[in-house]
């Protein structure tokens, strides 16, 4: 007996009123320098994210998971682009936290 993949019965429908522009990648991040940055944050922590919840280091690591350099103070707050003391290594849950988190204080402020 053939399996077969069927095709959805229900369809997707965007009913979004406002469409969001692509997202465009600062060109600041394509360069070498920042390339060479990202690497020594993600090997200072061995490839280990530094989040710290409940006391504990969060316990996600390469290869498993992906890892983000991430800019403690947001360069639109003013931190420095190559500043390595101004790197972190964050799994993309704790990413994806501190950014919400920061977005927000801007807006509040």
Known sequence: MVLRSLPTLVHTLDTRT???PPKVMDEAYTTTQ???WRSMVVARAGGRCEAIDHGHRCS???PEHR???DHIIELRDG???LDVSNG???CASHHQIKTVA???RR???
Request: proline share 0%; net charge positive.
């Open 88 to 90: 972190q290594c964050l």
């Open 79 to 81: 931190g420095s682009l």
């Open 60 to 62: 996600k690591a390469m």
């Open 107 to 109: 807006h509040r402020a």
């Open 102 to 104: 920061a977005r927000t």
């Open 18 to 20: 406002t469409k969001l």
């Open 67 to 69: 890892m983000y350099a």
């Open 34 to 36: 920042f390339r060479a």
